[in-house]
């Protein structure tokens, strides 16, 4: 009973410290106190001032690497490989001689084909002597027309076996130089596919891949709807200007030009394939390579620009927020193109406005604010 007792006078305490604490809100309410709100008063915001100036339009794009040539060297005659003259992943220039393959079979073939020519040869001069033997007879009526008839056809086909006597040892000798494997280009070696001892096979044996490093290409895509501007350009004779980044933008690899497009847009992904050229004297671009892309397009010299997190889009379009007299003003724009973070305002505003950066979520037109400072903004070079 006693502990019902204390818990009773515990809970009536509580309920008088209770009323009178609502009792004396009451008051302060009576006597004016205006209620607490967080969206009362001004509401402060981060600005930025419009500019006046030049903006480089520009693409962004993922590419690859893709050489400008590409060579798979395979043998063009079969045998054992006696020497190979590379060493993997190095550099070769063009005609750089790259294997040898074992000549003996060959040279002998050309040795054969040579005896077959010189023998060809030989009767054809004895039919010619002949021929002209038959002819001075003829002209005394010692023989009859139809033997220097005959003569003369036989030379038309010792003629005619001298010329395929002549093309086996041309092949002979092709054969024979095809032993020895050349480099078709410059560029950088792979890794060798057999080594010495092994049996090549004609046309079907590869024996090491080679690509041109310098110059060196980048392949990537654009939108459709951008095909226009670029091919205007060229058109027009300008330079395109292509910057390549690292695949996670953190640093600028090579610079270069627009090179070519492709023929026709793709239909799957609605973008046209184009190609960039690159010098690419340090090597700092490596075949198949994926790296960021960005192409110059132009460049527009009385761009009203301010930063695109400034610009705000609604159900009637794009607006931003303009500071007129301490109040944000809601006014609406129509945006151009979008660089480094910068959007272009084609119509609704001025240079030198200042634009509302931070703290729009909680504004509305005609809303009173507290400036908290400018934010300094500047397309990075």
Partial sequence: MRSLRRIGLVVAVLAAGGLAWWA????ESAAGAPPFSPWAGAVPVRTVQSEAGVLEVSLQAVGDVTPLAAVTVNARVGGPLQRLLFVDGGTVEAGAALAEIDSAPYRARLAQAQGEHSQVMARLRHAERELTRSKALLREDAIERQV????????????????????RVAD????LDWTRITAPIAGRLGLRGLDAGNLVVAGSTELVTIV?????????????HELNAVRAAMRDGRTLAVDVYARDGSSLLARGVL??????????????RLRAEFANEDEALF???FVNVRLRVGVDREAVTI???????????????????NRARLRPVETGRVADGLVAIVDGLAADEMVVLE???RLRDGREVSLQGEVAVSAPK
């Fill in 259 to 272: 090179a070519t497009l492709d023929n026709r847009i793709d239909p799957r992904t609605g973008t046209v």
């Fill in 172 to 175: 002979a000798r092709l054969q």
């Fill in 359 to 361: 703290g729009v979520d």
């Fill in 287 to 289: 075949p198949n390579q």
């Fill in 307 to 325: 930063p695109a997190d400034a610009v705000q889009y609604g159900a009637r379009g794009a607006y931003v927020y303009v500071i007129e007299d």
């Fill in 212 to 224: 041109q490093m310098k110059p060196i290409g980048v392949t990537f895509g654009v939108p459709g």
């Fill in 24 to 27: 004396a809100g009451e008051d």
């Fill in 148 to 167: 220097v008839e005959a003569a003369e056809s036989n030379i038309a086909e010792l003629r005619a076996a001298v010329s395929t006597a002549e093309a």
